[in-house]
């Protein structure tokens, strides 16, 4: 495998519940109202901020213009009162009654970002929701530098808050939230890594070396198939788009055998996406390196399974390949069989991503699972219809909904998208069993999952979740999110595995 630094995981997270002497930065929740903003939560932290000392500290924030708006920083010198600490970062929640789960990871994230160099943060969020506390800090704080020199890493005030200890009323208090928030995190950022290392290092054999060092870690079951075992097993899908590259294909198969119930998760494993021959424009191309994400998502979910210990049976089918213009690449015009038999004639080599999820959607159902989740940067089409933040998702009506329902209750935004009967027509061929695109521009998101569709078995419980725009953020940051890789839709995915597991 390519020699690559590793990345910190993230800031040391603990719970307390007194502030230790040397604590840098003291985070608290500020909420906005008619009266003017209030320091959050009130009905904790007595000793640790008594009325008088609350009372100081808002005339504080109070005189440099706080207004408590949501996300807005306002930093001040520690009142006296608070032994040890240099200063206070009050950061805004917004509305007192709109406060949720997903507000307090932004503005937790905010936090974060602005904390920079700093070696011990103190919290008291953790008395709205220890958690996404929890969460919003160590993702806002992520950093992704292992291939900066010397000379441009992170200077000592630019590193990343090292430990942050969340004030906690007694020592029980949220030890599991706290812990299974900061599984997830490190799940997603184990998924924000894949995505944000460059293609020169992150190649189809390569990644899938890298998933199965992971998956073999955790004790999981690991199958990798090579270009050699994918021509032998009939997979035409992942070799056709893979053919032009001089980096061959793979398929790699994780398994966590938790329990009786069965999910299969699918993910696209394009490593680099030029278009093929339909090549893309060159303006902003440097993104396709995002175009892994869904396998991504997947790959980190089913390491999440298993350290969670969920008992549920979760297998990762992640196929993986580059999509490259050369003089063995597939044409427009060709048609290849993918996995299970149906032929597919190719009109635009750059609707790839259908073709290597339809080989690996066939080959998870052979195991028979009780629902099916694939997950993609599919189409650009998806970002015209829902922008860059907000998932589309299709499938079976029942199981899309409660994904999309769960989706938005952990706020990566999920929106449940139709696929109307009268655009399937438009996926027929004159020569083969299906054509890979629709002969015009009109509901293309909805058309590739139509396309799916007809892989997925009947009676299987399946959502298709287009991530195009939201696992790739290419503005600035925000919230928790920074530039590059997001993680979208790891929390989802594990939610919906909970889940399950309660039925």
């Known amino acids: 495998m390519t020699a690559v ?171 599991e939230e706290l812990f299974r928030a900061e599984l997830i995190a490190e799940a997603i950022a184990t998924a924000r890594d894949f995505v944000n290392t460059p293609p020169s290092h992150l190649y189809p054999a390569e990644f899938a070396a890298r998933a199965q060092e992971l998956a073999e870690a955790a004790g999981l079951e690991v199958e990798v198939l090579d270009e050699t075992a994918l021509d032998a097993g009939g997979y035409g899908g992942v070799l056709g788009v893979g053919k032009g590259s001089s980096r061959p294909p793979r398929l790699v198969r994780i398994t966590y055998a938790g329990g009786p119930k069965k999910v299969a998760l699918v993910g696209k494993g394009i490593t680099f996406d030029t278009g093929g021959i339909s090549i893309k424009p060159a303006q902003n191309m440097e993104n396709m390196t995002s175009d892994m994400a869904g396998a991504a998502a997947v790959v980190a979910t089913a390491l999440l399974a298993a350290r969670l210990s969920l008992p549920v049976t979760v297998t990762a089918t992640v196929p ?86 769960i989706s938005r209750a952990n706020g990566e935004n999920g929106w449940a998208m139709p696929l109307p009967a009268e655009l399937r027509a438009d996926l027929n061929s004159k020569i083969a069993d299906l054509a890979n695109v629709a002969p015009h521009r009109w509901g293309g998101m909805l058309s590739a999952g139509l396309f799916l569709k007809e892989f997925v078995p009947e009676g299987v419980q399946w959502a298709h979740l287009d991530v195009a725009g939201p696992a790739y953020n290419t503005g600035g940051p925000f919230g928790y999110i920074g530039k590059g890789g997001t993680g979208v839709p790891v929390r989802t995915l594990i939610a919906v595995i909970e889940d399950i597991a309660g039925e």
Do not use: C, W
Not at 364 to 391: C, F, H, K
């Open 320 to 405: 993986m390949a580059e999509n490259m213009p050369s003089s063995t690449a597939q044409r427009p015009g060709d048609v290849l069989t993918q996995y299970g038999g149906t032929t597919v004639e190719v009109i635009n080599t750059d609707a790839e991503g259908r073709l290597i999820l339809a080989d690996a959607i066939v080959r998870a159902s052979e195991d028979e699972p009780d629902y099916l989740i694939d997950v993609a940067t599919l189409t650009g089409a998806q970002m015209v219809a829902l922008g860059t933040r907000t998932p589309g998702i299709m499938g079976t009506e029942e199981f899309r909904d409660r994904v999309a329902e």
């Open 5 to 175: 630094a590793d990345r910190s995981l993230g800031p040391e997270l603990a719970r307390t519940q007194t502030i230790a002497a040397d604590t840098d930065v003291l985070v608290v929740g500020l909420t906005s109202s008619e009266n003017g903003p209030a320091i959050v939560p009130e009905d904790l932290f007595g000793d640790v901020l008594p009325a008088d000392l609350r009372a100081e500290l808002l005339d504080q924030l109070g005189a440099v213009g706080a207004k408590g708006k949501a996300e807005e920083l306002t930093r001040v010198p520690a009142p006296a009162g608070l032994d040890g600490v240099t200063s206070v970062l009050a950061v805004g929640l917004g509305a007192a009654d709109k406060i949720d789960a997903e507000q307090i990871r932004r503005s937790a994230g905010v936090a974060a970002r602005t904390l920079s160099g700093t070696e011990l943060v103190a919290t008291t969020l953790s008395g709205l929701d220890i958690g996404a506390a929890a969460e919003g800090f160590y993702l806002g704080a992520y950093t992704f530098t292992p291939f900066k020199s010397d000379k441009s890493a992170p200077k000592p005030d630019e590193r990343p808050v090292a430990r942050v200890e969340f004030l906690v009323p007694e020592a029980e208090f949220g030890e």
